[in-house]
């Protein structure tokens, strides 16, 4: 198997960490979308995107009601035409008729100053593609970008965007500046390489155009495919605007991960890593599956950080010869009985030796004590000793007992 060498951290970058066990978040502006805020002092806001053609109002408005039902907070569509921009106001309209209002957020692409305009009118968020709002056609035989190219480029930039960004600015709505990796502009690439730091510039190039007609409604995001360059770009980003004075919310996500196992465990070591670096407002996890598996993922990637408390924190002991019970099955019982619970922290543990010790911070503790009882905790006081096949049923029966039971 091939490996790449291990990058190096120096002693000084990890003392300021050593026992520090809460993470401080990057200080952000708040930012509203709809009826939900990014930044500031509110809590991580999940996000996801449908992938109905919005050209199909029913299919659309399912879609965001599915997602929107079981946890996701602000809900992106895709516009690549003027009928698509339209036909959010359809989309919008049946949603108040028949669920509720969602905060929605337009994806915007090629040439879209129209589109953008039109469809500010109907979403919360409008996001862009600093590589794609003014397509560069590419030119294969240049071999160096003039001032004057750059200045012509940037004037046109700012023409296309001035427009949508007075008209959010007056709506009061807000604008995620999303550079994705992949689709950087020809000037930032022959600048920069294919780098963060060309994706920054892209960003920055941007951020200031909006500074400069007094609109501070931003939410940044950074995205790429590889893990590390999707950490450098953020945590760049996050340095180029504290050296700029800029206090803009991040929305993070490491695009096209793919999809199971993988596609999760990439999305977490990229997002997971930023947020316990404190950087990270808002995060939408992307995989090649229905956009409702995604939210799951988040959800359990900000309560295993402690960012987020959304269902019950299982903690189980991976099992030894010291086990008194089938532990997998056990925990599978006591998961099913319990999952539709908030707030609640659970142990399920194979023994004694571990058992009280490891699971002292838990609110309830289901613990193997000899063979065919178990012992049921609050906290570190043991409540009582029952057989094994009254064990689920009792440890339900202590959690209503304490009045936190709440029926599926």
Known sequence: MQTLPNPTTSKAAYSQFATD??????????????????????????????????????????????????????????VPS????????????????????????????????????????????????????????????????????FAEIGDK???????????????????????????????????YGDTPEGMVESALEFIRICESLDFRNLVISMKASRVPVMLAAYRLMAQRMDENGMDYPLHLGVTEAGD????????????GTLLAEGLGDTIRVSLTEAPEKEIPVCYSILQALGLRKTMVEYVACPSCGRTLFNLEEVLHQVREATKHLTGLDIAVMGCIVNG???????????????????????????IKKVPEAEGVGELIALIKADDRWIEP
């Not at 996000?47 to 079981?70: F, K, P, Y």
């Not at 969602?102 to 039109?118: C, F, Q, S, T």
């Not at 965007?161 to 690439?189: C, F, T, W, Y």
């Not at 010790?357 to 004590?369: F, S």
């Open 21 to 78: 066990t809460t993470i401080h978040r990057r200080k952000t502006r708040p930012v509203k979308v709809g009826n939900v805020t990014i930044g500031g002092s509110n809590p991580v806001v999940v996000q996801s995107m449908i992938n109905e053609d919005t050209l199909d109002i029913d299919g659309s408005v399912a879609g965001i009601r599915r997602l929107h039902e079981i946890g996701c907070e602000i809900v992106r569509v895709t």
């Open 157 to 191: 930039i700012r023409e296309t965007l001035e427009p949508l960004v007075i008209s959010l600015r007056d709506q009061n709505k807000a604008m995620r500046i999303g550079v994705n990796h992949g689709s950087l502009a020809e000037r930032m690439l022959f600048s």
């Open 356 to 382: 009280p010790g490891e699971m002292a911070d838990a609110d309830y503790g289901y613990v193997g004590k000899q063979p065919g009882y178990i012992s049921l905790y609050r906290g570190r006081e043991e």
């Open 260 to 271: 199971g196992e993988y596609g999760r465990i990439k999305s977490t070591a990229g997002i």
């Open 82 to 149: 003027m009928a698509h921009a339209k036909a959010l106001a359809d989309i919008k309209q049946k949603l108040q008729q028949t669920y509720q209002t969602v905060p929605l957020v337009a994806d915007v692409h090629h040439n879209g100053m129209k589109i953008a305009l039109e469809v500010a009118k109907h979403v919360d968020k409008v996001r862009i593609n600093p590589g794609l709002y003014v397509f560069e056609k590419p030119k294969t035989d240049r071999t160096e970008f003039t001032q004057a190219e």
